[in-house]
């Protein structure tokens, strides 16, 4: 287990499958994620195992303080050489939504990847309608540093996407409350 404030962040298991099938064929969940087609479970079977053989993602349930397994979120595409990789986070019950549970989840998870696995750089994409999201990151001390235009077509248009970035400096001054 990793212990944040509000969060705690453990692997996930085999029995957690069912309850990400769900969440990926909500389509209000999903419109935020980069996969638009439902799952079935034998898809998210298949994921699995392939998981257990991935030394490029690692990714972890995230639970509130009294075990309530509510999202994941994770690492992935990890770059050795240049110590970063990029943060993927997914918070499946919406009644959790806008509470902090995110953030918390970030922070955390942004405190592993910099203080155990040595990571420089933390990166993500967000999709430019995904105000809440966008919101979220900046809090956590990510940075805007790009945007691709109309990058994503969902609900008959085109949206950009966002880029964004924080470097193991700029967590660690937002943790001791200096100005990033």
């Not at 479970?41 to 009294?66: H, N, P, V, Y």
């Not at 155990?116 to 309608?129: D, I, Q």
């Not at 809090?139 to 691709?148: D, I, N, T």
């Amino acid at each position: 287990m990793i212990q944040g404030q509000k969060t705690k962040l453990r692997a996930i298991e085999r029995e957690d499958l069912p309850t990400f099938v769900r969440w990926f064929n909500d389509p209000e969940v999903r419109q935020y994620l980069a996969m638009y087609m439902p799952m079935s479970m034998a898809e998210e079977e298949k994921w699995f195992e392939s998981q257990l053989e991935d030394q490029d993602s690692r990714i972890f349930a995230i639970e509130t303080g009294d075990g309530v397994h509510i999202g994941n979120c994770g690492l992935h595409n990890f770059d050795w050489k240049n110590r970063r990789a990029y943060l993927g986070i997914v918070i499946g019950e919406k009644e959790y939504w806008g509470k902090g549970y995110g953030s918390d989840a970030i922070r955390t998870l942004l405190g592993f990847a910099f203080g155990e696995m040595n990571l420089h750089r933390v990166y993500l994409t967000v999709y430019g309608y995904n105000e809440r999201a966008i919101r979220c990151y900046e809090r956590c001390g990510f940075r805007h540093e790009g945007r691709l235009r109309e990058a994503r077509f969902s609900d008959g248009r085109y949206h950009d996407e966002l880029m964004m970035g924080i470097l193991r400096e700029e967590f660690e001054a937002g943790q001791s409350g200096e100005e990033r």
